[in-house]
């Protein structure tokens, strides 16, 4: 028995299938402009007249334009980080994600990087003697915990310039909040 069909037949068989699933789109299935509503309107039925565009216009105060040198406050990446430049290469990491810088490693925290940009996890894999990830949770970045003091200075002891990171990714740390002084209260006599 011959298992291949001719292209002829398989386009035949094709057919066939799509004229049995194929919507029927006679006059008899309702399909055409006699079966729509006679007076169908359309759809904006309540647009604005010229006139009243011009009259809305004329009554809406316009500000104008941003005046020249006034300069709009936007977010500057800059601005929010701290640069970190060893040698050739700099990368930069977010305000306070830096715990601990070492005296050695003073002059790395730079304000005006310049050289080639790299992204923190391929400096600190290029500089594992110098960069060192400490590891925060969720609720120490967000300053709700405090980070341990001894894991802390534990990790300060190697002399590594110390950045706090959430699964490798470096994170701020928000500081934690003091509670409240409560000052004396006068006891009534």
Not at 12 to 26: I, K, Q, Y
Not at 48 to 54: C, H, I
Not at 79 to 100: C, E, R
Request: some cysteine; hydrophobic content about 40%.
């Amino acid at each position: 028995m011959n298992q291949f069909i001719s292209g002829a037949a398989f386009a035949a068989v094709l057919c066939a299938a799509h004229a049995e699933t194929a919507p029927d789109t006679s006059p008899a299935a309702g399909f055409g402009i006699q079966y729509l509503p006679s007076k169908i309107l359309a759809p904006g039925t309540d647009s604005t007249s010229d006139e009243a565009l011009k009259a809305l216009r004329q009554k809406t105060k316009f500000g104008g334009l941003q005046k020249v040198g006034d300069e709009r406050k936007t977010y500057d990446l800059a601005s929010h980080s701290s640069f970190i430049q060893i040698d050739d290469s700099y990368t930069l990491v977010p305000k306070g994600a830096v715990l601990f810088v070492p005296p050695k490693m003073a002059t790395v925290i730079v304000t005006e990087p310049h050289g080639t940009f790299v992204p923190w996890t391929e400096m600190q894999a290029l500089n594992r003697g110098s960069l060192a990830n400490f590891e925060v949770t969720l609720d120490q970045a967000s300053g709700k915990t405090p980070i341990d003091p001894a894991k802390l200075e534990f990790a300060k002891r190697a002399g590594n310039l110390l950045v706090a990171v959430i699964l490798g990714g470096a994170v701020s740390v928000a500081p934690v909040p003091s509670p409240p002084s409560v000052a004396p209260t006068a006891s009534p006599r």
